[in-house]
């Protein structure tokens, strides 16, 4: 049994050579809790974005693996068969929670910005404005060193149970025999076909039609060969992305044009993944843990329910004045993590004083029940100085969970950032557009500095949020998280409220509609609505059946919310929760394609 404070709020990270780290603790000792060993009653359980992805996770799983053995199996196959949302050439973030320690660890496989990154990397040299939004995501100045598999194998060292390799035989055999092209697959294909994916050699071979302007369809059988080999090369060697033949083909797509990238065969070879606690702390007696920054999506996560823990949530329910706490409480997290977070190798990140109770009970006095707060603004919870963000947003991404039957628990959160990242394609699978991540600016109109400003070697900001809650005994309860850019926060926050406050199970929770609160704006699902600013790509429109009705939505707006009407706002949520008898029940959210399949 392991004591931990809520000093864990302020875990450090490690130094580097480019720059200094300074986290600063939370100073409310007081507030101790206890994460304990969780005894496993169950044979494991997979949910993720794709039933491939999901049944290679199961195959691993049985064949003896860990939860680590089968998220390599889950990201090789995801890799695959869900390109345009993550894959071999990202990041990821990931969770662990070790029930024999009763430790929980965050691995870090955010991507680098390559040695001759300038702050000015995403501004137009003619006019010294940011670069319009797809310039820089289709792009080779877009493009950061690819973390996520040296990730996995730093956590495969700690948690492996199979040696290195055999993990992704899964995703070999399907690569090399053929899947069939999901809906969702083949409806962003065609919608991201209509721009610049067509102007990439290899991306046109492989997701268009015999060398026309017809993008495969759904259903199509699509045979990767050169992924199957990637995946070979990396059984052999788990940095064979960083260095060899395939880290060069990276290069050398990434310094073709339009605006050629900087990035190094000498960068990719000093890339490592880090490791450190889990940012940690407490909601109504739950331990909620999640990644460390650059992910600012934990920080904000806990900020929102440590802000709500001043109401009664549960009083509330989803009700119009539960949204609205909801909201308020959104709006203010979201303004807090814009303006404080960054990769604290280079900036000062608070995470303690962001989350002290203290504080955010002063922010929680700003919300009124009976109206909006007008010109929300960032906190001051310490004496740091930062300028305005200036990052833009782009939902992508995957998220997938993992119990085995130790109890060894894994939420990890992958990404190539926009959807197909970069649209260049090698060795059979997609580079990502990482560093679009970053603000696009590096001082904002005061000329005060902006904590997520392009540096070389630096981490950019996530909104990633994988997540782990305990409840009060310390025990393992849920996991949880989601893909969706900036969003991602809200989606994650509306289920541990859901779970926590209003008793959902996990598929309730899920289900719940998605309301995302940011800078003055609420967007929500709402019933019936058709919004034209949202592509539908996915099965209909999800805010027909999830969405929050119109009542609800009017009662909003007479309390002065700025509502966007949305008919589908595209999570991607997985749920494991374990029941009191140590079963595990789990949750796939309906607006993707996702499943959760359990052993037992």
């Known amino acids: 049994m392991k004591l931990f404070s809520a000093l864990f709020l302020g875990t450090a990270v490690s130094l580097s050579a480019c720059g200094t780290s300074e986290v600063v603790l939370n100073s409310d000792a007081s507030a101790e809790y206890t994460i304990s060993s969780t005894d496993a009653n169950s044979e494991g359980m997979v949910a993720s974005a794709n039933p491939l992805a999901t049944q290679a996770g199961v195959e691993v799983l ?10 390599i199996a889950v990201q090789a196959m995801l890799g695959l068969v869900e390109p345009q949302s993550s894959g071999l ?31 000015e990397i995403f501004l137009d040299p003619e006019t010294g404005e940011p670069l319009r939004r797809f310039a820089g995501i ?43 092209v999901s809906p969702r697959m083949a409806g962003i294909t065609a919608r991201m076909g209509r721009f610049v994916l067509k102007n990439d050699k290899e991306a046109r071979d492989y ?21 199957a080999n990637t995946l070979r090369a990396i059984q052999e060697n788990p940095r064979a992305l960083l260095e060899g033949p395939i880290a060069e083909q990276i290069i050398r797509k990434i310094q073709e044009p339009p605006l050629p990238g900087s990035l190094t065969l000498e960068d990719m070879a000093g890339y490592q993944p880090q490791k450190t606690e889990a940012l940690c702390s407490t909601y109504r ?9 650059p992910s600012s999506g934990p920080v904000a996560v806990q900020s929102i329910l440590r802000t709500l823990e001043n109401f009664d949530m549960g009083a509330l329910g989803p009700s119009a004045a539960g949204w609205h706490a909801f909201a308020e409480a959104s709006f203010l997290a979201y303004a807090d993590r814009d303006k404080y977070i960054g990769d604290p190798d280079f900036v000062s990140v608070e995470t303690g004083l962001m989350l002290n109770k203290e504080y955010l009970k002063s922010r929680a006095a700003l919300i009124s029940m009976d109206k909006v707060m007008s010109d929300v ?14 990052t833009p947003d782009n939902p992508g991404t995957s998220h997938f969970t993992i119990v085995d039957k130790d109890g060894l628990v894994v939420s990890m959160t992958t990404t190539v950032e926009a959807p197909f990242g970069s649209q260049r394609m090698v060795a059979g699978f997609m580079l990502n557009n990482q560093l679009t991540d970053f603000s696009f600016r590096a001082v904002d109109a ?155």
């Open 62 to 71: 049985k064949a003896g693996g860990s939860a680590v053995d089968a998220a």
């Open 89 to 119: 050439g990202g990041g990821a973030f990931m969770v662990v929670y070790d029930p024999k320690t009763a430790k929980v660890w965050s691995y870090n496989g955010r991507e680098t910005a390559p040695a001759a990154i300038t702050p």
């Open 138 to 180: 289709a792009s080779g100045i877009s493009t950061g060193v690819p973390g996520a598999v040296v990730m996995l194998h730093k956590a495969h060292k700690d948690y492996g149970r199979l040696e290195w390799g055999p993990q992704m035989e899964p995703a070999i055999k399907t690569a090399e025999e053929g899947f069939a």
């Open 207 to 227: 997701f268009y039609l015999n060398g026309s302007d017809e993008t495969i369809p759904a259903g199509f059988i699509r045979v990767n060969q050169p992924y």
């Open 285 to 293: 007696e739950h331990i909620i843990c999640g990644a460390q920054p």
């Open 377 to 390: 603004k960032a906190g001051n919870p310490s004496a740091f100085v930062r300028g305005k963000d200036a």
């Open 446 to 600: 005061e000329g005060l500095p902006i904590a997520n400003a392009p540096a070389p070697g630096k981490r950019p900001r996530s909104s990633m949020a994988p997540t782990i809650v305990f409840n009060p005994e310390g025990k393992f309860l849920f996991s949880t998280g989601s893909p969706g850019g900036n969003s991602i926060i809200a989606y994650t926050a509306k289920t541990i409220i859901g779970i926590i406050d209003w008793g959902l199970t996990p598929q309730e929770a899920i289900e719940l509609p998605n309301l995302i609160a940011r800078n003055g704006r609420v967007a929500v699902e709402s019933k019936g609505i058709k919004d034209e600013e949202t592509d539908e790509i996915d099965r209909g429109s999800p805010g027909e059946t999830f969405g929050l009705s119109e009542e609800l939505v009017a009662a909003l707006e007479a309390k002065g919310h700025k509502v966007r009407r949305s008919k589908g706002e595209f999570s991607g949520l997985h749920i494991i929760y374990r029941n009191a008898d140590g079963s595990l029940l789990g949750g796939a959210d309906p607006r993707r394609e996702g499943t959760a399949v359990g052993l037992d």
